[in-house]
């Protein structure tokens, strides 16, 4: 949209400039032209009424009292020539010899007397080009004023949309309660009002299945294992084989029962998720450092975190801390050296790359496939650590993998918030979030 306003308010100072312009340029060379003919033609009627008031006087005719009528001030250098009256009159002259293209003005005196005075056409028409150019210097500079002009106003429409688009894709990635400001401009501001109901009711009406499965999953466990607990009592006290055939059948349906039970417990926690959200990774990296730099002092060992990606990404603020909790543990635990978290921009552009590493032997090749398997470890720990933490990840929309064996890299990739829509300009205030100090779960 931006750029589509751009276009036409530069069209329309384009029209605007040439309409005026044009003409202007136009008429204004054509009064230049005209002015100065009609001031060469007063010059030579001046001139002309000089020579006729030596006439009457009986005062001779000269070359020098030509001199003065050649130029002044601002008139164009003149090649001036006088006839005197009758065939014995004789001819006087002053001013240059002009030989290219002239504007001419004849005056003939009531003594017969015949006064031509001439300027060079080609400086008549340099003034009058000089007008054109003005003219078009002053069409360039209202068209560039234009162009910034509509930059602004093209901004400061499209900042509205911006904003907006940033908000849908809030709630499109689990933001279910944007916060958006007032843009000023009233449809904008009816859509983002309306696009704030919708969220709110979305959230309730997921807020509300979540309860209600999770409830009606736990209302039902409990008289489930009852009966599953009297089946099998009956079956193990019964005498009669009728008896306790039924009262397997009827376990293996309770059991069925239970399990559909617990899969629909299990969705409702997975539907739980969504709850990504536009964080700075300096902030998260800020909490990080605070938690880990106290155990990696005490083991001698530099922690290093740099941001240089620079870039807010979408994903759930106490998950990430999560996961490179583990990490950063797992690098002290198993790992050596200096210990680096750092993040660099996807190569398309669209996410970032958080690069957590240190100068430790590495992963054995005989684990390194299954790291990130449960109950797999290369220690002593419970191998649990690496799964939770993909699949918290993978939650996100991210993924976690080993990018290098020796020395280890352990590698997140998570979606950045696109680069046209600048978190610190365009995200409605309040989206962007601050990972506190969290404790984290052991």
Request: aromatic letters at 4%; charged letters at 25%; proline letters at 5%.
């Amino acid at each position: 949209m931006r750029a589509r306003a751009i276009h036409m308010i530069v069209v329309a100072v384009t029209v605007a400039v040439l309409i005026l312009g044009v003409p202007m340029a136009v008429f204004g060379a054509l009064f230049v032209w005209n002015s100065e003919r009609a001031t060469l033609d007063l010059r030579a009627s001046a001139l002309s009424r000089s020579v006729e008031r030596r006439l009457v006087n009986g005062e001779p005719l000269e070359d020098v009292m030509l001199e003065p009528w050649v130029a002044g001030g601002s008139y164009l250098p003149a090649s001036i020539l006088v006839r005197g009256p009758g065939p014995q009159g004789g001819e006087y002259s002053a001013g240059p010899d002009l030989t290219d293209r002239v504007v001419r003005s004849l005056q003939i005196t009531p003594s017969g007397a015949t006064v031509r005075m001439e300027v060079d056409a080609g400086a008549v028409r340099w003034r009058a080009a000089r007008v054109v150019l003005f003219v078009t210097a002053g069409a360039a500079v209202a068209l560039a004023v234009g162009v910034v002009v509509a930059r602004r106003q093209a901004r400061k429409l499209s900042a509205p949309l911006i904003y907006l688009a940033a908000s849908a894709e809030q709630v499109g990635s689990g933001t279910v309660r944007p916060q958006l400001r007032p843009s000023g401009v009233e449809e904008i501001d009816l859509v983002a009002a309306e696009l704030v109901r919708t969220a709110d009711r979305l959230a309730g009406r997921l807020a509300a299945e979540r309860q209600f499965a999770a409830d009606a999953s736990h209302q039902l466990r409990t008289p489930l294992t009852a009966l599953s607990m009297r089946l099998e009592e009956i079956e193990a006290l019964s005498e009669q084989e009728e008896v306790r055939e039924e009262a397997r059948i009827s376990l293996e349906q309770v059991e069925r029962l239970t399990g559909v039970v617990d899969d629909l417990l299990k969705t409702s926690r997975s539907t739980a998720g969504g709850t990504t959200e536009a964080v700075h990774l300096d902030d998260v990296f800020a909490q990080q450092r605070e938690e880990w730099a106290k155990a990696y002092r005490k083991a001698r060992r530099q922690l290093v975190f740099d941001d240089a990606a620079g870039l807010a990404v979408l994903a759930s603020p106490g998950s990430l801390a999560q996961v490179l909790a583990t990490l950063l543990e797992n690098a002290l635990k198993y790992g050596d050296g200096t210990t680096k978290v750092v993040s660099r921009r996807a190569p398309t552009g669209n996410g970032v790359f958080i690069d957590v590493s240190d100068e430790g032997p590495g992963v054995d090749d005989e684990i390194a496939p299954d790291i990130f398997t449960k109950h797999v470890s290369g220690g002593t720990g419970t191998g649990l650590g690496l799964a939770l933490a993909r699949d918290l990840v993978e939650a996100d929309g991210g993924r976690l993998e080993l990018a290098q064996r020796r020395p280890p890299i352990f590698r997140i990739f998570l979606n950045a918030v696109p680069a046209a829509l600048d978190p610190d300009v365009v995200l409605p205030q309040g989206a962007l979030v601050s990972a506190g100090r969290r404790r984290r779960r052991r």
